[in-house]
């Protein structure tokens, strides 16, 4: 069963409330970067490994948290892509043509299809977070999460 006190003892930890309504103020603006989204990524990799971060949330049970394929080292990968940008491009990812894609490829120790990944996904997440930011009723807000993931 999760642990909703510890859980959001180390959100509240992690995160600042101003940082938080700077993050929504951006999102409704659509102006979410990916120097905000890396940020973002250290600050739970500070809260521990996402399978003990999701194993707080009430409803999920050890062996549905054990048998989720979830991969720390994945974040570690993202924080190198979006290392290995320069400022202009972690604040305007429509600056990526072949050639950046590949120079970050490179500085990342990845493919281009990873970054070609990342920039998907962020594109993705980014619609999704500003859809929410935007719901006022909680239970809303989790029927479209979970619309919003793959079956």
Avoid: C, W, Y
Wanted: zero cysteines; charged letters at 30%.
């Amino acid at each position: 069963m999760g642990d909703m006190l510890s859980l959001i003892e180390k959100v509240e930890d992690s995160f600042s409330e101003r940082e938080a309504l700077q993050i929504q103020k951006k999102l409704r603006r659509n102006e979410f970067t990916l120097e905000d989204f890396r940020n973002q990524l250290r600050s739970m990799r500070k809260m521990g490994s996402i399978k003990d971060v999701i194993g707080m949330l009430p409803g999920m049970n050890a062996s549905s948290v054990n048998d989720a394929n979830i991969d720390d080292k994945k974040l570690i990968h993202i924080d190198a892509i979006i290392s290995s940008m320069t400022i202009k491009e972690r604040n305007n990812h429509k600056l990526m043509n072949g050639s950046r894609r590949i120079r970050i490829a490179k500085g990342s120790g990845t493919t281009v299809s990873e970054i070609n990944r990342l920039l998907k996904q962020f594109i993705q997440m980014r619609k999704m977070m500003q859809k929410l930011t935007k719901v006022s009723n909680p239970g809303k807000a989790m029927r479209m999460m979970q619309d919003m993931m793959p079956n």
